[in-house]
């Protein structure tokens, strides 16, 4: 495995960083906080325009044609400036899409995800899960000619927006994903609070009903190769996150003067700093190499579970000190850090605990 990025790869994270840094500040960042849609339409137009959206559909459809680990490059390029946008969802779901959409459903739904700004969710949290890989319990039966829905769906990123919203149900014979279409009836969704002031829904199915062909079934597996993407993806984005703290945080350490002098020149300041490079530059190589995995085809068990167990403990300490080189300052609403702080926390607590995680390796290992 060479993780070295190819000179295309390059060409994408310095473009990609280039653009971002002009399209995101991070004034734009808190007013999508209270913004009613949660993201600038017109910046998600822009990452349409350049490919981004389409990046990992084939060719054939109107995408890149490009591989995971392209998705997570750009990710942690989104990360540095906290982008708020559908793009981890609607990336993630193109490949469950290939997974299970019948070919009408891919001519249909792909093309407008990679070139016409369609923004994909996917519904999969329900009510007393610990993660989401709990067991999925909303209901689609038999009713006429269609399928008649039961139950709730929590922490549904962008669901009132969404142009395609998969929601993952129990059959009779198993689990299948389910395709509605913006604008479906029966459909509730009220907006939860969320640490990271993100725009995250609870959607309400009951009375929802769809006809059969909008059923993608089996989807056990697929939906399960969808989730360590997920889980992949949002430590991408926390690593670019990190690094922009990281960098704010030496920066307050070289300014901030203490007894004359900057409090960076003190070891218990500048160690801090230190740890902090270097859980960082671990928990980038961990991600890529995940990523890398993914995109290979090959199982990625053990490569997602060392990613995600060391991911979260490493985030936690990373923001720790960060906070504490800071001091009070950095819990104010009026410093930029806390804006990275709530995120980290946010995607810890998303996709899986690092004791849950523990165990996936463990059992990829042979010991479970």
Not at 31 to 47: C, T
Not at 61 to 72: I, K, P, R, S, W
Not at 111 to 131: C, I, K, M, T
Not at 141 to 164: N, Q, S
């Amino acid at each position: 495995m060479d993780l070295t990025l190819t000179p295309e790869q390059r060409l994408l994270v310095e473009s990609a960083r280039a653009f971002l840094a002009r399209a995101c500040p991070l004034a734009q960042v808190r007013a999508m906080e209270i913004d009613a849609r949660g993201y600038s339409s017109a910046v998600w137009h822009e990452i349409a325009a350049l490919g981004w959206s389409g990046l990992m559909i084939p060719e054939e459809y109107g995408g890149g044609g490009q591989t995971f680990l392209e998705v997570a490059l750009l990710l942690e390029e989104m990360g540095r400036v906290l982008l708020p946008s559908p793009f981890l969802d609607s990336a993630v779901l193109a490949p469950l899409l290939l997974a299970v959409a019948p070919p009408a459903g891919r001519r249909r739904w792909l093309p407008a995800l990679a070139a016409r700004g369609a923004v994909a969710s996917a519904a999969l949290v329900e009510p007393g899960w610990h993660d989401e890989w709990g067991t999925i319990a909303v209901e689609a039966r038999p009713d006429g000619t269609g399928l008649r829905l039961t139950g709730r769906k929590l922490h549904v990123p962008f669901a009132a927006d969404a142009d395609l919203l998969l929601t993952a149900v129990r059959l009779e014979d198993g689990i299948a994903l389910v395709a509605f279409e913006r604008g479906a009836p029966g459909l509730a969704f009220r907006r939860l609070a969320s640490i990271a002031a993100d725009h995250r829904y609870e959607v309400d199915f009951d009375g929802a009903r769809v006809d059969r062909d909008a059923v993608l079934a089996p989807a056990d597996e697929a939906l399960e190769r969808a989730r360590l993407h997920a889980a992949v993806g949002s430590l991408a984005y926390m690593v670019g996150a990190a690094e922009r703290a990281l960098e704010l945080t030496v920066e307050y350490a070289r300014t901030r003067l203490q007894f004359g002098r900057p409090i960076g020149s003190f070891q218990a300041i500048a160690h801090r700093c230190v740890d902090m490079r270097t859980d960082l530059d671990a928990l980038r190589w961990l991600v890529r190499q995940a990523a890398w995995t993914l995109a290979a085809g090959r199982s990625a068990d053990l490569a997602v579970g060392a990613a995600k167990a060391w991911g979260n403990e490493a985030l936690r300490r990373i923001f720790m000190h960060a906070q504490q080189v800071h001091g009070a300052i950095g819990f104010s609403t009026e410093c930029d850090l806390q804006l990275f702080t709530r995120r980290a926390k946010a995607t810890e607590l998303a996709w899986g605990s690092a004791a849950a995680h523990r165990e996936r390796v463990a059992r990829a290992m042979g010991l479970g």
